[in-house]
Each structure stands twice: as C-alpha cells, then as structure tokens.
C-alpha cells in the first residue's frame, strides 16, 4: 500500500513539473539543423520554415540571418527567448539596430499557418530585409509584407504566445531563429486540490504503517 501511495505522488510531483516548464529556457540549448521542411529556394538559398532538433525535440524555424549559412546536419547551442526576455534587453543577434524588428517580425510570423509555402518564403525574405535592409532582392509578394511590417504599424507588436527567437551562444556562433512559442500552462485548482488530498493520504499511510 506504501508503495502504490508514493508511485501515485511522484506521478503527481511529475505532472507539476511538466505543466508549469516556462517558455524561457536560461541553459544554452542544442540545436541541430535536420531537415528544409516546405521551404522554397529563393535567390540560391532555402527560404521558409524548415526544421530543427531543438534538445531532441523537432520544431519548425524560421532564420532571420541571410548572411550566415547552416548545413543539415549542423549543431550549435543557443538560448531561447520570449517577447519579455528581448523587451527587457536579452542578447538577441539584432537588438543593436532596434527590437522593435522583432516585433516586425513577430507580426508576419504570426501570418504563418494561414499562408501557403510559397506566401511563407516570401515573408521569409521579408524577415530577411528587416534584419538586414537591402540584403536581398525582393518579390512583389515579399515586399508586398515587408512594406505592411516595416509601415510603423507593428513596431510595438506583441509576438507573445506566437514566437520565441533563438539566437546563437556565443551570439554570432551560428544561425539565429524564429520558432514558435510555448506557453507556460498553468496548473488548475482542482489539481492543486487532488494534490493537497493526496499529500494527506499519504501522511495518513505514514502514520498508520
């Protein structure tokens, strides 16, 4: 009986831990280029989400940094970072030229999902140009979305819930990257109550055994 008591608590213990994980994760995570997804080529480069293994998870990503080139099959660490951590002046690879582009780009990443691959490649080349201004060409679609993020309308968007940035550590080590975000799920009342119901069972077993 002690034992089913206990393996019922830690059961308990677990599910707290798995349902309250934060978004920001502070260790320098590893990242794995795995596979180009449904991107397209655009001007000699694979532009569109693609995927990466992110601490042996798969995610989609979406890079931000034209002028650094990544591999299948490349591994670097990284730090994950949500719209409170890059307001509050976390270390992303463009806060110097203004992160209020992040919100740029938080607002066409926020169009993805409801846009076909072709759409999701030229907004990536539309990210691409608001990183770096007139780092590539763009289509009459791409500017189409850029002219509509860059218009001031979205310097103060807010990309909570929607995507988080990874960005290279050290900062200029690899790719930087726009995922989507997770959100902490809270915990419910009623779990808390089963919890505390369980704790007094098995002090109660304590006692008694």
Excluded: H
């Excluded at 994980?21 to 480069?45: C, E, F, M």
């Excluded at 299948?72 to 660490?77: P, V």
């Excluded at 509050?88 to 463009?94: E, Q, R």
């Amino acid at each position: 009986m002690k034992k089913n008591i206990s393996f019922i608590f830690m059961s308990l213990i677990l599910a707290f831990t798995t349902t309250s994980v934060s978004a920001v994760v502070l260790a320098p995570l590893n990242v794995k280029l795995t596979g180009i997804g449904d991107s397209q080529v655009r001007y000699g480069a694979y532009s569109g989400l693609y995927l990466l293994e992110v601490n042996g998870a798969t995610v989609e990503a979406m890079c931000d940094d034209k002028f650094t080139d990544v591999y299948i099959g490349d591994t670097w660490t990284a730090n994950r970072f949500t719209y409170a951590d890059i307001i509050a002046g976390a270390p992303v690879k463009f806060a110097s030229s203004g992160i209020y582009k992040y919100s740029q780009v938080g607002y066409l990443f926020s169009l993805l999902g409801g846009v076909s691959s072709s759409d999701t490649a030229d907004i990536n080349l539309a990210v691409w140009n608001i990183m770096s201004p007139g780092s590539i060409a763009l289509t009459t679609t791409a500017e189409s979305y850029y002219n509509t993020a860059v218009s001031g309308a979205y310097d103060s968007f807010y990309y909570g819930g929607i995507m988080d940035v990874l960005t290279p550590n050290p900062l200029n080590a690899s790719q930087e990257n726009a995922i989507r975000s997770v959100a902490t799920v809270p915990i419910p009342a009623a779990i808390w109550l089963f919890g505390s119901g369980i704790i007094g069972v098995v002090g109660v077993a304590r006692r008694k055994i």
